[in-house]
């Protein structure tokens, strides 16, 4: 749904607007340190992940971990003092995504219209490695958020989305069989999991052709509904 593509160099213009006023130091410097230490820290994230342990694991406390971790790692990339607590940088990490967030316009044009006519025949969910209600903010404004029953993020079944647990749980969670479940998304990993987990998957893959990996291959989320509607998912 979201057009990284749009939504990287806003991203970085507003973190050069939001930190400087606060913590000190130059834009073009808060940019530049996000740009280098935004794939380490996402890299320590998913090492976090993978090594997610069922039965003392928390996702909200990994992901507040998250966020810590890229902003203290800004500041010492721009050479600025920040939080000296742990739970003050996340929390001023969480204001500043919150703050963005707010202000980025990156959803495909053609999303909104697409899941209209699909929520009108089919029951929505987002199955997201985001959380819930980041999920709720992003896509509440641009009102796609009431066309879903459940924004899912991997805090709701506290199971990381990068795990096979997670879409087993979000189908019990919510109440649904899983051969029932159609799946999309645009990453043929994560396909694999709910495939295995007993759905149907649909990759969305601007440049990819069909496979008998997933039970259809799309190169825009637009292109569902007639997919859909031809026959697909209603078996």
């Not at 320590?44 to 998250?66: I, K, M, Q």
Request: hydrophobic residues 45%; aromatic residues 10%; glycine residues 6%.
């Amino acid at each position: 749904m979201t057009d990284t593509s749009l939504l990287q160099p806003q991203y970085w213009q507003l973190v050069a607007e939001f930190f400087p006023p606060r913590l000190g130091g130059e834009p073009e410097a808060w940019t530049q340190a996000n740009k280098v230490v935004a794939p380490e820290v996402w890299r320590r994230l998913l090492a976090r992940l993978e090594a997610w342990d069922a039965s003392t694991g928390n996702v909200r406390r990994d992901w507040d971990l998250y966020y810590a971790d890229w902003l203290d790692s800004m500041c010492h990339e721009v050479g600025v003092e920040g939080p000296t607590r742990a739970e003050a940088s996340t929390r001023l990490a969480l204001e500043a995504e919150a703050w963005i967030r707010s202000r980025a316009r990156a959803i495909f044009s053609d999303v909104l219209p697409a899941l209209t006519r699909l929520a009108g025949t089919f029951t929505l969910f987002t199955a997201s490695d985001g959380m819930s209600d980041q999920l709720a903010s992003w896509l509440g404004q641009s009102d796609l958020a009431v066309l879903f029953k459940g924004l899912y993020g991997p805090d709701l079944v506290n199971t990381p989305k990068q795990l096979e647990a997670y879409y087993p749980r979000i189908f019990e969670h919510a109440g649904i069989e899983p051969v029932s479940a159609l799946v999309v998304d645009d990453s043929p990993a994560a396909l694999a999991r709910a495939r295995k987990a007993g759905a149907r998957t649909v990759l969305v893959a601007p440049s990819a052709t069909s496979s008998d990996a997933f039970d259809a291959v799309i190169p825009r989320l637009a292109d569902l509904p007639a997919l859909l509607e031809a026959g697909l998912g209603r078996n």
